[in-house]
C-alpha cells in the first residue's frame, strides 16, 4: 500500500486530552523525517513535539541535531534536544545507544503523553530475524509491539505496516531531505548486515515478505497475551506473599504445574515484579536446582540482578543483593500490643551477630544459642547475619523484631522501645 497521512491517520492512538502530548522520536533520519511531516499535514488538534536524541557518537551528531531543529521550526513543531553519554557495558554499543535513549523518553513523558517513534516494516522484519539467531519464543517472534507502556505514558509504532521504500516515495514526492548515519554502511553491526546484505535478498525472492512477517509477530504477540492471561491466573494460586525482602510463593503449588506452565509462571512472575527475565539456556539450571536439591539445602539461583531462593516450602524472589536500611529502636506508647523493650534499660545499642550469642525470649524455659533460635523462628537463612541486635551494656536484650529476651519486656502499662527493622 502507498503511505499517505491518511493511512497513517487509522494507525494512530487515540487522540488525547488537551494537556497531553504526543512526543515524536526525530533522528533526522528518513523514517523520523516522514513521520513528522505526514503528522503535521494531518493538522490534528493534539500537541506535538519532536524529541531529537544526541548520541555524540558520530562526528556529524551536532550537524544532525542543527537540520532537525530548522525542520522542526519549518513545520512549526515543538523541539527538544537531548545530549546522552553512551557507555558500552559489554552488549554492544547500538544496545548502549538505545538504552540511553529510552531513559531520555522514559523521563520526558508525563502521565497521559504518547511518544510515536518511527520503526516500520523492514525495521520489524530484521528484529525478528535477529530474534531468530538468538533463539527465542513467541515473546521474542512477536518482535517489536505496535503500542506498549512506556513510563507513566505510551510508546506507539504506527509505521509497522508500511515499508522503507513506501516511506521512501513519500520522501521524494514532498522533496523532503533527511540525514544518512554513515555508520549504516558498517556491516560489523548485526543489524547492518541484516539490512544491506540479507534483506535485499529476501526481497528480490519474496517480495512483500516483510508483511508476511508482521503477520507472524501479530500472531506470536497474540499467543504471548494468552500465556499471560495463564500466568496471572495461576499466580492467583501460587499463594503469593510479601516477605521481609521480596516475595514468595508456594512450591508445592508450583511442583504440581506441568513444567511449561512452571516457566510461563516465572517469566511472568519476573517481569512484573521488575527483574531480568533469565536466558533459555539457564531454564533448565533453574528446573534441576529446585527439584533436585536436598531437602536441607540452600538454593540460591543467580543471575543478573535477581535471586531465586528455596526456603520452607516456598520460592523466594529477591534483588541478587539485598541492601538493608539502618535499623532504630523506636519508643512507643503503652496503648499498642506490640511488645516493647523496657524504656528504662541504660546503655541501649545495636550490635550485629559475632557468633556464639545465647539468649532466652521471653516466654520461653531456658536459653539457647542465637543460631538455634533463628532456626526455629523461620527467619530465612540469607538474613540471619544481617539482623539487628539490641544490647543494654553487654547484655543482649532483644533480636530484630522478632523477640525480647526474658526479663526485658516493658509492661503493659508503659513505653518502651520497638526494633524497627
Known amino acids: 500500500m502507498a503511505f499517505s497521512p491518511e493511512q497513517l491517520r487509522t494507525r494512530l492512538p487515540p487522540l488525547p486530552s488537551t494537556h497531553n502530548v504526543w512526543w515524536v522520536g526525530l533522528s533526522g533520519g528518513l523514517d523520523s523525517t516522514v513521520l513528522l511531516h505526514a503528522l503535521v499535514q494531518l493538522q490534528l488538534p493534539v500537541s506535538l513535539h519532536a524529541l531529537h536524541i544526541n548520541h555524540q557518537i558520530s562526528p556529524n551528531a551536532d550537524q544532525w541535531q542543527a537540520q532537525c531543529a530548522a525542520f522542526c521550526a519549518s513545520l512549526g513543531v515543538a523541539f527538544t534536544a537531548e545530549r546522552v553519554q553512551v557507555s ?58 505496535a503500542s506498549r507502556a512506556l513510563g507513566l505514558g505510551n510508546l506507539h509504532r504506527p509505521l509497522l505496516m508500511f515499508s522503507r521504500t513506501e516511506l521512501e516515495s513519500y520522501a521524494n514526492a514532498h522533496q523532503l531531505t533527511w540525514v544518512n548515519d554513515e555508520s549504516n554502511a558498517d556491516n560489523h553491526y548485526d543489524r547492518n548486515f541484516l539490512r544491506n546484505q540479507v534483506m535485499p535478498l529476501l526481497q528480490s525472492r ?35 506473599r510479601p516477605e521481609r525482602v521480596g516475595q514468595s510463593i508456594s512450591f508445592t503449588v508450583y511442583a504440581n504445574m506441568s513444567r511449561a506452565r512452571q516457566q510461563n509462571l516465572l517469566r511472568y512472575w519476573l517481569s512484573v515484579k521488575g527483574f531480568a527475565v533469565p536466558e ?142
Not at 543467580?302 to 535499623?327: G, H, Q
Not at 533460635?373 to 538474613?383: A, F, H, K, T, V
Not at 532483644?398 to 529476651?405: E, Y
Open 206 to 240: 519474496w517480495p512483500g515478505f516483510t508483511r508476511k512477517w508482521q503477520q507472524t509477530a501479530d500472531l506470536c504477540g497474540a499467543n504471548e497475551e494468552l500465556l499471560e492471561e495463564v500466568a496471572i491466573d495461576d499466580l492467583m494460586r501460587m499463594e503469593e
Open 88 to 145: 558500552n557495558t559489554g552488549k554492544g554499543i547500538e544496545d548502549a545507544a538505545r538504552n540511553a535513549r529510552y531513559a531520555v523518553f522514559d523521563r520526558c513523558l508525563r502521565a497521559g503523553d504518547c511518544l510515536l517513534t518511527a520503526h516500520h516494516a523492514d525495521d520489524q522484519a530484521e528484529t525478528l530475524l535477529l530474534r531468530l539467531m538468538r533463539g527465542t519464543g513467541p515473546r521474542g517472534l512477536a518482535a517489536m509491539a
Open 280 to 421: 533459555q539456556q539457564h531454564w533448565e539450571q533453574i528446573h534441576l536446582q529446585l527439584f533436585g536439591a536436598r531437602p536441607d539445602a540452600q538454593v540460591n539461583i543467580s543471575w543478573a540482578d535477581v535471586s531465586l531462593r528455596l526456603y520452607r516450602n516456598r520460592i523466594y524472589l529477591l534483588p541478587n543483593i539485598i541492601s538493608f536500611a539502618e535499623c532504630e529502636l523506636q519508643l512507643v506508647s503503652q496503648l499498642t500490643k506490640i511488645p516493647r523493650l523496657k524504656a528504662s534499660l541504660p546503655n541501649l545499642h545495636i550490635r550485629y551477630r559475632q557468633g556464639g550469642e545465647r539468649c532466652q525470649p521471653a516466654g520461653r524455659s531456658h536459653s539457647q544459642t542465637l543460631k538455634k533460635l533463628l532456626q526455629d523462628y523461620g527467619l530465612e537463612p540469607w538474613l540471619r547475619e544481617s539482623v539487628p541486635l539490641a544490647y543494654s551494656g553487654d547484655t543482649l536484650v532483644a533480636v530484630g523484631d522478632l523477640w525480647i529476651c526474658e526479663g526485658f519486656v516493658a509492661a503493659a502499662d508503659e513505653a518502651g522501645y520497638y526494633l524497627k527493622w
